[in-house]
């Protein structure tokens, strides 16, 4: 949804901030920006992104539990219940008793749930084709590379 002319002259005067220089500042606005697209082409199959990417980790045959979830999205456990809660009840994964650990549960995708992941994956490519696209193909590769590295830092050898 475009800026209004009025309303976009008065947030480019803030651009010439202290705040656009700050990395956490552009991160969060860029995530907004992305996530708001992102939300608006899951709609139709009933997610969002949060639990776009609950069905993703569940989907491939990774069986996570929910603490790893937790761990991993660095959400709340209740967040995760919520979100698996909501899954569950569409039908698009399933919890089964985790074989290594019988206390816990896995977070398995249902047939129904990997082929809404499919239609959810093509709606990710699209919301990130348009949040980069004033990007190159070589761009997009340096940034996925880097935010790796500040997203897993402790996979530096």
């Known amino acids: 949804m475009a800026t209004p002319a009025p309303a976009r002259q008065r947030l480019d005067r803030l651009r010439d901030s202290a705040l656009t ?59 995760i219940v919520s979100l698996v809660d909501e899954l569950e009840s569409a039908g698009l994964v ?26 959810a994956q093509r709606a990710a490519r699209e919301a990130e084709d348009s949040a980069l696209a004033p990007l190159s193909a070589a761009e997009r590769d340096q940034l996925r590379a880097l935010m790796r590295r500040v997203a897993f830092p402790d996979d530096e050898d």
């Open 21 to 79: 220089d700050d990395i956490e500042f552009l991160n969060a606005r860029a995530r907004a920006l992305g996530s708001a697209t992102f939300n608006r082409l899951l709609e139709p199959l009933g997610l969002r992104v949060r639990s776009y990417s609950v069905l993703a980790c569940a989907c491939g045959g990774l069986a996570p539990t929910q603490r790893q979830l937790a761990d991993f999205l660095r959400l709340d456990p209740s967040q």
């Open 94 to 119: 399933r919890r089964e008793v985790d074989p290594a650990d019988r206390r816990s549960k896995i977070i398995v995708a249902t047939d129904r749930g990997e082929e809404v992941y499919l239609v």
